[in-house]
């Protein structure tokens, strides 16, 4: 779950020194916001590689420092703030020489301010990312869109990006400007893209786009790349979908291909058809009920997520109560509760009907508070259960590994397996949000 609340700390000197060798070039990657500005990072991570740099994860170590940015909420961009104000310093003190800003920000009006208040020696946005080859001393890249910039290959999972920016224009959303319109990608070029990483050890892609089930190219449909990919690829995911694009089709590819995760993130926004007019999502509530069902059917064991927006400006009682109960119908197995943040430039944050805070907050809390009794309670059915689990991420000091099972629940599971690796365990407890496995059984 969600919230916008929290400002995270500042990970500053907590890592030891890394051992880089002397003389070496040193630049530290952040990274705020989506999967898609993970990706974007991975593509800056390539580029900086190339042109000799050692990564390195603290500020104080790097030569060159490049904020990866999200602009969708305001507590996104504070957090910046927050990590300009500490580079400003170690500038000062000569421990930092350069510092980029890329990403959501950097497409935004807002980085011209923080420019004149914060030391920033390149402004970046989604759409010129390429332009950093020649800051770090590559020779420069033909404009390109964003896709064909190299990504990393070779690690045991990967993003693949198949559309970039967005087609929709929902009420708040500050995407369609900082990402601009919806280009999607050829389907031979995601192919290829998707064996060669199969091909370097690759086991688990992620299809990735802002609505990604829009995805359309010479008369194909996202169902048609989903199907071909989850031919090439072991294990395969896909995020972001809209509800509009969502097809039956799809759904029911989920349910009936063996190398797709069962897990469907739909975000729905909100359960009052009258809110999802003012936010123009382009889908009445009883039509997303529909698509659960279909999803449901086809993959009862599966897992489902949402994004919700609580407070958007004219939002009453009445249409939270609507969301309550679709929330309540729908049984996800969690969800991304955001308080509604004004963005400049977007239509709702000049629309009347301001939510009090303290409102908000409360229709914050009784969102989350039935959406973790319903996947607590799903959750418990796994008890029991035997499951095949990809290790996403290896075990830390305790030993415990977090997985995922086919049905695309995240689980902590006691082993040293190494991640892309997969185990077979029982399910002995679960919470709302993870589900705790026993010992691995090694006898298969
Ligand atoms: N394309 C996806 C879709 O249509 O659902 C979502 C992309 S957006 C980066 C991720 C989520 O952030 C949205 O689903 C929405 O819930 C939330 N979000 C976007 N703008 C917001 C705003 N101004 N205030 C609060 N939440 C917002
Ligand atoms: Fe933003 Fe709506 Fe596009 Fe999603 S579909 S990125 S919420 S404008």
Known sequence: MSSTTKTAPIPLSRKPREAVEPGAKTACIRTFGCQMNVHDSDRIRRMIQDAGYAEVQRYEDADLVILNT????????DRVRGHLGELNRLRREGRVKRV???GCIGAAEESAALRQTYDIDLVLG???TYELAEFVGLPTMRETYTPELPGTE?????FVTIMTGCNYQCSYCIVPTVRGRMICRPMESVIGEVENLVAGGTGYVTLLG???DAWRHEGKRFCDLLEAVSESAPRVWFTTSHPSNMEDRTLRAIGERDSIVKRLHLPVQSGSDRMLKVMHRGYKAERYRRKIEVFREAAPDGTLSTDIIVGHPGETEEDHEQTLRLVEDCAFDSAYIFKFSPRQG???ASLPGTVPDSIVQRRFLEVLRQVEQNAFSRNQRKIGNEEE????HGSTEDGKAIGETWSGHAVHVHTDAAPGDYVRARIESAGPHVLYAGEVDTSA
């Open 126 to 128: 989604t759409h010129n």
């Open 70 to 77: 999200c602009y969708v909420r305001e507590n996104a961009v």
């Open 389 to 392: 689990i990809y290790i996403r």
């Open 154 to 158: 070779g690690g045991h999972s990967a």
């Open 346 to 348: 977007t239509e709702a």
């Open 210 to 212: 802002q609505t990604v």
């Open 100 to 102: 980029a800003l890329t």
